[in-house]
């Protein structure tokens, strides 16, 4: 009944322990102080608020404390780092849906396409979140590693070797977090390698929908009597051999038409790096043929934009032709092999692929833009097969190319 009458803001020594007392705030909340001794340094801890701690508790839990001091602890301490044991164990348990949202938040800005994080999102709820989504993250085994695989490593072998490259990823982003600990149970080599089969044992390979190369010219033939930005993208697209992304995201600061040239800046490019390509006559007669913008608008538009993936597609399907845009890169790459006697690595570059070994690549300047020219005039031509002329269209080509040869000489050594 003391203790209930205390009211007055104040420290009011009244519970009957040495150094306990029932401290009351301005505001009138009342609760229960320990001062104690440690190492020489006077200390104070929390007991609890008054009346939720009743008198007779308070004194239990100061006995209780300076019991602890008695024995060489410092109860201040102890509670500190329980406390702090407590949080870091609530911030660990993570499940493996949230973990796999703050991985894809952290990286979806350093991935080139758009569409990746969709896909990443997409494939791991229909796939992964059923079987483990709940789970916390550091109680995801290998078992469960292989109950999301299995159901589609023989079925859907690319989409499930993808699953397991993604869940590898989100359980070390986890450990690295400090989420989980231990190996991962989704790694591939020296663990999974021996319960599943290897991915391209079980795999059919399905490369791109490409017409046969003798079937080429006349497709192009008919390309050009099809209408639309659509229709044109594809045109230039096949002309230069480049990615659809890569036309279909052009604008007109990246073309010198002067020098028959392409500049594809580094990051628009999958390898991440600058690409010259160099412009045969009948590309440069489709840049022609688009309505010039400023520097910065696309040479291909859609309608409120981008050209979509879509209607180079829409383009194909309206021709009835059983093809893919990318294909023609392959049709491509097979004309330069079967009816040419240019070398591997310039269809290689031509394509932007990455031709050799990085020692290799470290000593190589050049990209063979010249051979290149070439090959691409030589390409045109080929293209242009189909007509009546095509003699005459190869030899415009090729004398284009060496006339595109001269200019890029010539203004290089203008600005040396």
Known sequence: MEVRRLKAPG?????????????????????????????????EMGLGSFPS?????????????????????????ERRALRSAAAAERSAQQTFSTVAAQYIAQHERGWKNVKHAAQWTATLKTYAEPVIGSLLVRDVTTAHVIQVLEPIWLT???????????LELVLDFASARGYRAGPNPARWRGHLDAALPKPSRVATVKHHAAIPLDDAAAFMTRLRSQA????????????????????????????????????????????????????????????????????????????????SDMSLTAVLRRMKVEATAHGFRSTF???????????????????????????????????LFEKRARVMAAWAASSMAATADSRLASQLELRHAAVTKCKLESRSAQSS
């Open 11 to 43: 420290r009011w020594g009244v519970g009957g322990v040495d150094g306990l007392a029932l401290q009351v705030a301005s505001s009138g909340a009342r609760s229960w102080v320990l001062r104690v001794t440690v190492a020489g340094k006077q200390r």
């Open 53 to 77: 701690v009743p008198l007779a508790e308070a004194r239990e839990r100061a006995r209780a404390q300076r019991a602890k001091v008695a024995q060489g602890t410092d109860p201040i301490s």
């Open 156 to 166: 859907k072998t690319e989409t499930a070797a993808r699953v397991r490259s993604r």
């Open 228 to 307: 639309g930005n659509g229709a044109r993208a594809l045109e230039f697209a096949i002309l230069t051999a480049a990615r659809s992304g890569e036309v279909r995201g052009a604008t007109w600061s990246e073309f010198d038409l002067r020098a028959s040239l392409w500049t594809v800046p580094a990051a628009r490019m999958k390898s991440g790096r600058e690409h010259r390509v160099p412009l045969s006559e009948a590309a440069l007669a489709v840049l022609r043929g688009q309505s010039r913008g400023e520097a910065g608008d696309l040479v291909f538009p859609g309608i409120g934009g981008k050209l």
């Open 333 to 367: 790459r097979d004309w330069v092999s079967e009816r040419t006697e240019y070398s591997s690595e310039v269809a290689e570059m031509a394509l932007a692929h990455a031709v050799g070994d990085k020692v290799e690549a470290a000593y190589r300047r050049g990209d």
